[in-house]
């Protein structure tokens, strides 16, 4: 157990430590738009879909993991510096991804929609 001068420690240095993490972030795409996704080894990043992904097609399978669930695809790099890409296709609907697994700003949860879904800017 910690004592109490040392957790403030802990906890101030956490605190500290730049977020590399963005959390979610929401991208709107289009059948001709392609996408970079950020990852980095050790960690999984979550893509998910107003449905549930019909097929994957990815560049080079060894580069990463992909796991499907629901309407999300889990996906984690096997080493780092990998880059491929990647084709989501949803009933009618393609999307496309540039995935670059890299130790700097990654992606957490990307929410993924069609461009006709998106808000209209006030």
Sequence with gaps: ML???????????????PCLSKGARTVYLK????EKIRLTPGR?????FPT???KVIVGDQGLFAIEYVEADLAIAPVKSG?????FVYLEGRRFSF???STSNDYDEIVLV?????????K
């Design 113 to 121: 929609r069609d461009v006709v879904s998106q808000p209209l800017k």
């Design 98 to 100: 540039e995935l670059i």
């Design 52 to 54: 549930k992904p019909r």
């Design 44 to 48: 999984t990043t979550v893509l998910n």
């Design 31 to 34: 059948n001709t738009s392609v």
């Design 82 to 86: 990998a880059v491929t890409n990647l």
């Design 3 to 17: 004592s109490p001068s040392k957790l403030v420690l802990v906890i101030g240095f956490l605190l500290s430590q």
